[in-house]
């Protein structure tokens, strides 16, 4: 048989978790009788714990078999297709709850285990790996669906190495906040998920003003520019039911290929069309023909001011940023450590793709490259609902996991919701291009270039600042520190201080990028609303003009 691309994404479910009646509920349950999943935003567990916790779970994660891909799913295969995991025997957890001591301050005595409730141990570790099912093969599919560029390479790469020395089956990391919360605390926390949640709203609400467009131009301008918008409002909405990434991976497999077919047929119709003018001038208000002469420069064109140019730079990182779903999809895969994998294949995939597509660059729309954009605008209100979930729906109204089935009913009355949300926006501001820019700049820059070199630093200077006979002991449960203070920070910042001083550079100069891209991009929606015969906030008029 044919190889299928679709195996890669559908192949099969969590082999952390052995079948039914094998005696144990996943890899190495009977040696951890006290790994309940903790209270995942604790402030008293301290880095040397979380990294204890960590090495445990790669350990035990290298020693599972990995599961072979196979060209049919799951539920098709035999039982024999795919081998079961390797049970771990590890002797070095031990039954006690864990507390802090440092030097200069009282021990805790209190417990930082969640309630019982009559729940065992094993089911509580079977629920924190219940999740992870997605494999690197998805998450190729994922990223390539988010049309990331190679530019999320070194963002990227850093967030994979503090994901795995900072997630564990005991702590596991759920949102990119999470990253924040254990280097800096629950205020970095805050502000990464806010954050989050504004891009991932606003993502979904520019792919409808896209997708709108897109369809006005298709049908030739004949239908209301606003009831287009609701139409993929109404279809995101739908689709946006599938709610795990591992399923969602078949969708997103469809999707990268619904792209290589835009790009092909979009190289055809470059080679026998003129470009589009009439949305050209509608958007952007470039001149048409007839043209006295081509004109071309080595920089920015003659007279382009310098917020125009900021807003065209922030196009570049709205299109080919994007490392913000990173630590999602890592939460979801049941070996996080493959996810280099996935991001290096989908990286070089689109890298190529791209290379060959910018010689016949030109704005004409395909019916297949909207439904792409659907997919993409579906995973995006996948994670930004999960965001929402975790950190407000569970945390503030002690909401059930999703797995269970009151929250997959909150889930069904969420994501409508949500969408329709990301309608308003679309509608209220319907210029694609100053939108996409204001995201990019106060959204897509901080994920992708800000904030991970300002984790790593704290991370690595955390890290380097542990003595040998320093760390987490699991069987008194403390934490052993032989100082503390400036002596302690100035070890930490001075082992391999040029690549912290690489880091601390690097985050100063995305930042300041930042903030000169929000006021560009604020700059040009102000003029795009006060220009001559400009598009309305809700109205029928296409922004390209039909």
Known sequence: MAFQPAAMALDGGDPRMNPVGSGTGGEGINTYAARQMHNLHDPSVGFEEYYFYAQISRAAEAKDTPQSYSILPEKFRKRGDAPGPTPVQD??????????????????????????????DEEWLTAS??????????????????????????????????????????????????????????????????????????????????????????????????????????????LGQIRTLQKFGFVANAAIWMNVVVIILTMGVV?????????????????????????????????????????????????????????????????PWDFWKGMVCAQTFIFYCY??????????????????????????????????????????????ELTEKKGKLIWIGMVPIYWAIAFVIAAAVP??????????????????????????????IKQHAMLPNEGFDPATGRTT???????????????????????????LGAATTAVLGIYSAVVSIIAGFAA??????????????G
């Not at 001011?305 to 999809?329: D, H, I, K, R």
């Not at 290379?355 to 490259?369: E, N, Q, S, T, Y």
């Not at 001559?532 to 003009?545: E, I, W």
């Open 91 to 120: 002797s070095s957890i031990k039954g006690g709850d864990a507390k802090e001591v440092i030097p200069g301050r009282a021990e805790s005595t209190g417990s930082r285990s969640p309630p019982r409730y009559g729940v065992s």
């Open 129 to 238: 790996r219940a999740a992870r099912t997605a494999t690197w093969g998805a998450v190729f599919y994922l990223i390539t669906t988010d049309i990331l560029g190679p530019y999320s390479v070194p963002g990227g790469w850093q967030l994979w190495r503090m994901f795995l020395n900072l997630d564990s089956d005991r702590y596991p990391l759920k949102t990119y906040g999470d990253i924040g919360f254990r280097l800096y605390g629950p205020w970095m926390r805050h502000a990464i998920n806010l954050l989050q949640s504004i891009q991932l709203l606003f993502n979904v609400g520019i792919i409808i003003i896209a997708n709108g467009q897109g369809l006005s131009q298709v049908s030739k301008g004949k239908v209301c520019f606003i009831v287009l918008c609701i139409i993929w409002t109404v279809l995101g909405a739908i």
């Open 271 to 335: 080679a026998h069309s003129a470009p589009n003018y009439v949305a050209a001038v509608a958007s952007n208000k470039v001149p048409g023909p007839p043209f006295d002469r081509v004109t071309t420069s080595a920089g920015a064109p003659p007279g382009m001011p310098f917020t125009s140019q900021v807003v065209g730079l922030m196009q570049a990182v709205y299109s080919y940023g994007g490392a913000m779903l990173f630590t999602e999809f890592m939460s979801e895969m049941r070996r």
């Open 355 to 400: 290379i060959l597509f910018g010689v016949f660059l030109a704005d004409r729309r395909h019916v297949i490259g909207l439904v792409s954009s659907l997919i993409a605008a579906a995973l995006y209100g996948n994670i930004g609902i999960k965001v929402i979930y975790q950190n407000v729906i569970k945390e503030f109204f002690h909401a059930p």
């Open 431 to 460: 210029q694609f291009s100053n939108i996409s820019a204001l995201v990019g700049a106060a959204c897509i820059m901080q994920f992708s270039y800000t904030f991970p070199p300002l984790l790593m630093l704290a991370f690595e």
């Open 481 to 507: 520190r032989l100082d503390g203070g400036f002596r302690r920070w100035r070890r930490g910042v001075m082992v391999n201080w040029p690549v912290k001083l690489w880091n601390l550079v690097y985050f």
């Open 532 to 545: 001559t015969n400009a598009v309305s906030s809700f109205g029928c008029a296409s922004p390209v003009g």
